[in-house]
């Protein structure tokens, strides 16, 4: 349990096994998604534990929680999915993560994002972009614009 991330959370995402469904199954197997808000060692101990000694465990990714930054007057959220933003290791500054849409069709056969909420991500990534620019020059980080660059 974290203050601010919440509990972990468990996704069963696949399970096949079996001939028939009256017989015993020689074989199964599972694939579960784990949304970690700590370190993995204590989940894949009790994963371990709870599957007992004839199941064979593979962790095939491990994508460390975070925490983003907020930007002044954008409202965030905690959510219960995951990011590749760990795997760029700070190669690009600060990451910020935000746009139009909604996770409860993400990655589905139903997804979409509504015209209105592009028109409005415009929108805020243009005040986004004013707003970091004024904080950078606030706090006396070099700021180039596209002329500066070009010469």
């Not at 808000?37 to 007992?52: F, I, M």
């Not at 415009?122 to 010469?151: H, N």
Request: charged share 20%; proline share 5%.
């Amino acid at each position: 349990m974290d203050e601010v991330l919440g509990r972990s959370t468990l996704n069963i995402g696949t399970i096949h096994g079996g001939r028939a469904p009256n017989v015993i199954p020689d074989e199964a197997r599972a694939e579960i998604f784990v949304r970690l808000v700590g370190a993995s060692a204590g989940t894949r101990k009790a994963l371990a534990e709870a599957v007992g000694g004839n199941v064979e465990l593979n962790f095939v990714l491990e994508i460390p929680a975070i925490r983003l930054t907020a930007v002044a007057g954008l409202p965030t959220t905690i959510v219960a999915y995951t990011t590749d933003i760990p795997a760029f290791l700070g190669a690009w500054g600060q990451p910020l993560l935000l746009g139009p849409g909604t996770i409860h069709v993400a990655h589905t056969l139903d997804e979409r994002v509504p015209k209105q909420q592009l028109l409005e991500a415009v929108e805020i990534y243009q005040k986004m972009v004013i707003q970091l620019q004024e904080s950078a020059q606030a706090e006396g980080s070099v700021v180039r614009d596209e002329q500066t660059q070009t010469q």
